[in-house]
């Protein structure tokens, strides 16, 4: 029998893995089996898998229709292109049926096959734009510190977490960076939702200020920050950062890959968050997983200018991907959607939603080295920190204190993730998930928390500061 762990230690190249320890260590292999919310691996063992996959697997493992969909359309063509005005069936419903369901003022959806190539067609976009407007200087693109965008050459600056730009020579010189509206380390203690939203957006204000309102070009945010700590901006934010960017004419780019599809509880995140996109990217929840695809939702004014403008100076738009619009993926698309129709999974996220985000903030409260529980919809963190006198500080990256939270949970058979650039533990797990499941998740995390944090306390690394 073929040894498929040692294959992979000895063949694949991982991503966000340590090279040296892989191929030391080798892989948990994933999967004799899946269904719902739970993952079988190669031992037989069975793992409740709370963070659906990458934040991707809304309508659960097993989903047999969806694998029909692909298999049929397989079957009936496999493959064409989307170049020259050449189309296929699927990816023209999927589009009509996406922009019916997105925010009003949307025309067009160009498709891709994954959130980080979706970035980097939302920054050419932007470009060609201002190149059709006559305004060639306006090409700088804002993010935010802790900000998921991807990891392409593009995307990854966009991504403002420091360990995707060592090494590899970013962020490119047109990306710049504003604040997280984080909690814990951006807000002061005296500032409420208002205070907090204004600081931010004057800081937005003065970036563009001081780089020159006919440089920038826009500003990409996630409804709720995901990787980057499952962060929830205050009340009022997007709207104070909306009146900036009116102001300077930069376009918003609402960076939906997480939370688009339902997540939230609502078909978009920005509904949610009172975002007013001009362009907005999706991938993750279009397929739930089952097949890579992503689009970028085009606003009428940005499409107005590319066929209009855009099209008299340059001619044919001159971007795209072969797999641009692939109808095999476009089916497995639709199946995807009619589940999360038929089941009313997008209500149902925002239920069982709350009831994760009120048993995570119950079952953590006591723990000492909690910083904040946090989240929207079926996305939530607890965050992890030293306490001190004056409030709290961050663990030495060293002590890897949400790696072995994580860790410690895995051995009792749950799959959550630790963040980068921070001690966060993150949970989002498919739209079927049950009261019953949620429960084993927060008492086995809870479990390996205050394990590790009577370690920590152990090895004096909670000692009073």
């Not at 797990?429 to 499941?437: G, I, M």
Request: some cysteine; proline content about 5%; overall charge negative.
């Amino acid at each position: 029998m073929t040894d498929t762990r040692d294959l992979d230690r000895r063949f694949v190249f991982h991503p966000f893995s340590m090279a040296q320890g892989h191929e030391q260590s080798g892989a948990l292999m994933m999967a004799q089996s899946a269904e719902g919310c739970w993952i079988t691996d190669d031992s037989g063992k069975r793992h409740l898998d709370s963070m659906a996959g990458l934040w991707c697997v809304n309508v659960g493992y097993g989903r047999e229709r969806i694998a029909d969909a692909l298999a049929d359309q397989a079957r009936k063509l496999s493959y064409f292109h989307g170049f020259s005005s050449m189309a296929t069936e699927p990816a023209a419903i999927l589009a009509e049926r996406v922009i019916a369901k997105a925010p009003d003022g949307f025309s067009k959806v160009f498709f891709g096959a994954s959130g980080s190539d979706a970035n980097d067609t939302q920054a050419k976009i932007v470009w060609y734009y201002n190149n059709a407007r006559g305004l060639p200087n306006k090409k700088k693109i804002i993010a935010r510190d802790r900000g998921y965008h991807g990891v392409t050459v593009l995307s990854g600056g966009l991504t403002g977490l420091p360990g995707l730009h060592a090494g590899f020579d970013l962020p490119l010189p047109m990306i710049r960076h504003v604040s997280a509206p984080h909690n814990i380390w951006t807000r002061n203690a005296e500032e409420d939702d208002a205070a907090f939203s204004a600081r931010l957006a004057q800081e937005l204000e003065d970036l563009i200020l001081a780089e020159g309102p006919d440089t920038v070009a826009a500003f990409i945010a996630e409804p709720v920050m995901g990787a980057g700590g499952v962060i929830v901006p205050p009340e009022g934010y997007f709207a104070a950062m909306q009146a900036v960017l009116d102001r300077y004419d930069v376009l918003l780019i609402a960076d939906e890959v997480i939370c688009g599809f339902g997540r939230l509880g609502t078909w978009f995140g920005s509904e949610r968050m009172g975002m007013k996109p001009d362009l907005m990217s999706v991938a993750k929840g279009i397929t739930s997983g089952y097949a890579p695809l992503s689009g970028v939702l085009v606003g009428d004014k940005v499409w107005q200018v590319i066929s209009g403008e855009g099209s008299a100076k340059y001619g044919a738009f001159g971007h795209g991907y072969t797999y641009t619009a692939h109808p095999v993926m476009a089916a497995a698309a639709l199946a995807n959607l009619d589940i999360v129709e038929e089941e009313n999974l997008v209500e149902r996220a925002g239920q069982m939603g709350d009831y994760l985000n009120d048993a995570l903030a119950k079952a953590f409260a006591d723990l000492p080295i909690v910083a904040e529980t946090r989240g929207k919809g079926l996305m939530a963190a607890v965050e992890f920190a030293r306490p001190t006198r004056d409030g709290w500080q961050k663990f030495d990256p060293g002590l890897q204190v949400a790696p072995r939270i994580v860790r410690a949970a895995l051995q009792d058979g749950v799959i959550s993730r630790a963040l980068p650039n921070g001690d966060a533990v993150s949970f989002s797990p498919p739209f079927t998930v049950t009261a019953e499941e949620i429960d084993l998740v927060v008492s086995t995390v809870r479990k390996a928390a205050g394990a590790v944090c009577d370690a920590l306390r152990a090895d004096d690394a909670l000692a009073p500061l």
